[in-house]
């Protein structure tokens, strides 16, 4: 795994660091050679460095230095003289960098900065990093849309200027970044907000050739999941087993109005590898899944007058669901009264039970003002694996916005930490979506564009349910398996494009690549581990 960090914890790194011996002014050169090599990569002839006030800047005037001392042309722009810069560690390098051969221009006009940038193959950008925030002040609101308007490749120091490295906001002016090369650990604001809009491709320069043994002491606002985590978590398949032993899901969904939700759930828990599934849905259109779904029993739960469960679902449901290793409830469900009914009633079971779609919902009814007001509803000891898109998210927490990574993190954290279940994971469905457990915040890799289609969602908690199951409760950690999941579906999407082009994938064909994905994912695990196949 990567760790990911917030400001904050980059700056306990940092402490931690200088504590173990290697100084700020140290780290600040081996910045400056990092982002040097980044932009070496370009192989450029002509560099221009913007620097600002502060220790972003301290980075561009080392990595000048450097450029200069491989044979590349370089000039440095400042908004002050080297010897007024405040922060001692920066002048030092600025005065340095300076003495140099390096042409040195201190506040130019716009003109004479077009005039600058024209002839440059590469441009570093070390104007603002982890210190700032706001929206940018001058000079510097007019050198950034300058140089964005030249449409230059751009390396920015840390983060592009203009981009919050907390939140990922961009309140004015934001360096369009090529690379971003971020030191220590990528920053929150990367990943959040319009961070993965500005940034470019994200290196990350280690700095601190010990960062192993120390990154562990502060904590890690996320971590990147990597293929070779996954290998723990793959589901496995003895020799000896029948359809039971393999694990079953009940799933819990359907309404006369959406029984097409059911159906996917359903197939996709199979085709993840459950050899038992079974749906539970109001009668009315139990019928209708039994034709799609000739290998899966279907059961018809007393319904409602449209077609939706109805008040005696909620006590039939919990009988059942006590016979199977995994319940997924909601797709297709609506939230008419006897769902949330239902709902409540699995909550009090003591089956794994992951909640999606019209479950959530109906969770979201049961208290105003956000389920973590009232958590005792959801408290439980068996695993409990949320869903929640965004909106849903949001619903969940009484209204508050989550629009972003950052806003979707602490909305699950708030849900939580106000039930405090060890086993309990929110995945937080969104651009970039987040696994949140108890003690860990996990980003997979971003999902293509073909996932982006009605059902998808259906898709993902068939096939979270399905590996719940086939685990029979055996897993340390939740999150670590849904991110199999959620990496699996994230291959559906690429093989199901690679097959029917990525503008015209639909649901169903995500569920018939359930079986190559999870090849897939396994390969690329094993591959990045390092263990070749066959051998
Ligand atoms: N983490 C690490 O391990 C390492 C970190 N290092 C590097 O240090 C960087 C952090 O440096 P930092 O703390 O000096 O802050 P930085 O980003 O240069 O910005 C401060 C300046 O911005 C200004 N400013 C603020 N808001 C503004 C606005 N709205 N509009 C305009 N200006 C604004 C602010 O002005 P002031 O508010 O003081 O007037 C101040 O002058 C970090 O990103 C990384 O690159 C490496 O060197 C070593 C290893
Ligand atoms: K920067």
């Not at 005039?115 to 001058?138: K, M, N, Q, Y």
């Not at 030191?183 to 961070?195: H, Q």
């Not at 769902?339 to 019209?358: C, I, N, R, W, Y």
Request: aromatic share 4%; charged share 20%; glycine share 10%.
């Amino acid at each position: 795994m990567r760790p990911v960090l917030s400001v904050e914890e980059t700056l306990r790194l940092e402490d931690l660091i200088e504590k173990e011996g290697t100084s700020k002014a140290a780290l600040m050169e081996y910045a400056g050679e990092f982002l040097a090599s980044v932009a070496m990569k370009a192989h450029p002839h002509h560099a221009v460095v913007l620097v600002g006030f502060g220790n972003n800047g301290g980075d561009g005037w080392v990595a000048a230095d450097i450029l200069s001392q491989k044979g590349v042309t370089v000039d440095v722009v400042s908004p002050i003289e080297p010897n007024e810069i405040k922060s001692p560690i920066a002048r030092h390098v600025a005065r340095r960098t300076a003495g140099r051969d390096v042409n040195v221009v201190v506040g130019p006009s716009r003109d004479e900065l077009v005039e600058i940038l024209a002839p440059a193959d590469i441009v570093v950008d070390a104007i603002l990093g982890t210190g700032f925030s706001g929206a940018v002040r001058a000079p510097f609101s007019i050198w950034i849309p300058t140089l964005n308007e030249m449409d230059m490749m751009v390396v920015s120091a840390d983060v592009p200027s203009g981009l919050n490295a907390e939140t990922g906001e961009v309140e004015g002016p934001c360096v369009q970044a090529t690379y971003t090369a971020t030191m220590l650990a990528p920053k929150i604001g990367l990943y959040s907000g319009e961070g993965p809009e500005f940034a470019g491709d994200i290196l990350c320069g280690e700095l601190y050739d010990r960062l192993d043994e120390v990154i562990d002491d502060v904590e890690h606002a996320a971590d990147i999941v990597e293929p070779a985590d996954l290998i723990e978590y793959f589901p496995e398949l003895p020799a000896h087993v029948n359809k039971y032993s393999r694990g079953s899901v009940l799933v819990v969904a359907g309404s006369s109005a959406y029984p097409g939700a059911a159906i996917m759930a359903a197939k996709a828990a199979a085709r993840a590898g459950a050899g038992y599934v079974t749906v539970a849905t109001p009668d009315p259109c139990a019928n209708l899944i039994r034709m799609a779904l000739p290998s899966i029993p279907v059961v018809g739960i007393p319904a409602d007058t449209r077609g939706a469960f109805g008040a005696a679902a909620g006590s039939a449901v919990r009988v059942l669901a006590g016979k199977f290793d995994c319940v997924l409830c909601g797709p297709g469900m609506t939230t008419a009264a006897g769902g949330m009914q239902v709902v409540t009633e699995l909550l009090k079971s003591d089956v794994p039970l992951v909640l999606d779609a019209d479950a959530l919902n109906c969770m979201s009814r049961l208290a105003i003002g956000g389920i973590d007001t009232t958590p005792d509803v959801y408290r439980r000891e068996a695993p409990l694996i949320l869903t929640p898109h965004y909106r849903e998210l949001s619903r969940l927490v009484g209204g508050e916005p989550v629009e972003d990574l950052g806003t979707a993190i602490d909305a699950a954290q708030r849900l939580l930490w106000a039930a405090g279940s060890d086993n309990m994971v929110v995945v937080a469905k969104g651009p970039r979506t987040a696994i949140v457990g108890v003690e860990r915040v996990l980003l997979p890799k971003s999902g293509p564009a073909s996932l982006a289609t009605a059902g998808s969602g259906d898709v993902l908690a068939g096939i979270i349910a399905g590996n719940v199951a086939v685990s029979h409760g055996e897993v340390d950690r939740w999150e670590m398996q849904c991110a199999y999941s959620v990496a699996v579906h994230s291959f559906t999407g690429h093989i199901a494009a690679a097959a029917m082009g990525e503008r015209s994938v639909i649901a169903t064909d995500l569920i018939d690549a359930i079986g190559d994905a999870m090849g897939v994912v396994e390969e690329e695990a094993l591959k990045d581990a390092g263990i070749e196949l066959g051998a």
